[in-house]
């Protein structure tokens, strides 16, 4: 009954679900997919020369630092040029 509400509501506000989003536009989705890594591989290689331990330390808050932007947090956000 929840989902159906949720569902509605979105569809009501002119949205659509993530599921219909994946079912109906395949393509767009692995394009998304596509760019959302490319973005992570230009900042990884941008890391190149780091200690180990300051690497995964930037990498893991760039990565929480791009959930927070989709997210629609307004934290300070890494940039990927550092």
């Keep these: ?3 159906k ?3 509605w509501l ?3 506000l002119g949205g659509v679900t993530v599921e219909e989003s994946k079912n109906s536009s395949k393509g767009h989705y692995r ?3 596509f760019f ?3 973005d992570l591989k230009h900042y ?3 890391l190149n020369g780091k200690p180990a331990d300051e690497w995964c330390k930037k990498m ?3 990565i929480c630092g791009r959930q927070e932007l989709f997210n629609g947090t ?3 956000r890494p940039t990927a040029h550092p």
Aim: no cysteine; proline share 0%; net charge negative.
């Design 74 to 76: 307004d934290e300070e």
């Design 60 to 62: 893991y808050e760039y």
């Design 5 to 7: 509400i949720k569902t």
């Design 44 to 46: 990884a290689d941008s």
């Design 1 to 3: 009954m929840k989902k």
């Design 36 to 38: 959302t890594l490319a």
């Design 10 to 12: 979105i569809h009501l």
């Design 31 to 33: 394009i998304g997919i």
